[in-house]
């Protein structure tokens, strides 16, 4: 849908800023109804539609009441109420839980997501927290140097998967390591000799030609730790077995 041509009042678009953005001389009534109202929706239609936005974000009761008297998180639903009280198609939320604290921004990680299901309309959200982006997501897109895309799949392919070496060292913790690859024929591996570990086989699609480096990333839960003790260990004395260590691999170029 290219919306371009149309004036923003007229875009069925609604944002929730970071700062809330609440008109303090308004009750969380009147914050709500003042879409509808730019709309033109008739006033008879108006109680209900604003009724039933505010059950949606668990504020019934609070129609009232004047933002400096709510917490950061009752705001941040009078937010959410008064952008989904006209029923947009795609709802854009800039950082919106930036402001609360951390026991809070996990309690309204929880409604979003519900919400979301609830109203089953697309959210765009917008974060610097990587863990709240892994969270609340179905689709991630990474962006690097502005507009430019670094990477857009799904939660758990771009921790487990990240397309360039930027999406690795910057979603979630992983070890990034490099060495020579040699690509082993019939199967989707490569296999890298890393200094200090040896051979290393990693799962991935295998690359258009071989390269003479190549960089993987260990995430830190993707790595298995196993003890086995040699055969000679016993007879020679030895106190610790030795280990091997097996890890789940991804190529970032």
Do not use: W
Not at 78 to 107: F, G, M, Q, S
């Amino acid at each position: 849908m290219d919306l371009a041509d149309r004036p923003p009042e007229a875009r069925p678009v609604r944002t929730v800023f970071q700062s809330y953005a609440l008109f303090p001389h308004m009750t969380v009534e009147g914050n709500v109804a003042f879409p509808l109202k730019m709309a033109k929706t008739p006033a008879a239609a108006i109680t209900g539609k604003v009724a039933e936005a505010l059950e949606d974000v668990r504020l019934t009761g609070f129609g009232k009441r004047y933002p400096h008297e709510l917490s950061g998180g009752q705001k941040q639903r009078v937010a959410i109420a008064r952008a989904l009280v006209t029923h947009p198609t795609v709802l854009l939320l800039d950082e919106p839980l930036a402001a609360l604290d951390a026991k809070l921004r996990e309690e309204m990680q929880i409604e979003l997501i519900n919400l979301q299901k609830e109203v089953g309309i697309t959210f765009v959200y917008v974060t610097h927290d990587q863990t709240e982006a892994l969270a609340l997501s179905h689709r991630i897109a990474v962006m690097n140097r502005g507009p430019r895309r670094a990477d857009r799949t799904t939660p758990s392919r771009i921790y487990s998967f990240p397309a360039t070496r930027f999406v690795a060292d910057f979603i979630g913790t992983c070890n990034l390591l490099a060495g020579p690859v040699v690509v082993e024929r019939g199967r989707h591996r490569h296999a890298s000799t890393i200094a200090g570990l040896g051979p290393v086989r990693v799962a991935a699609a295998p690359p258009s030609a071989p390269a003479r480096h190549g960089r993987h990333c260990a995430a830190a839960g993707k790595i298995r730790i196993a003890g086995a003790a040699a055969p000679a260990a016993a007879d020679a004395g030895q106190p610790f077995p030795r280990h091997r260590c097996r890890t789940s691999l991804s190529r970032a170029t």
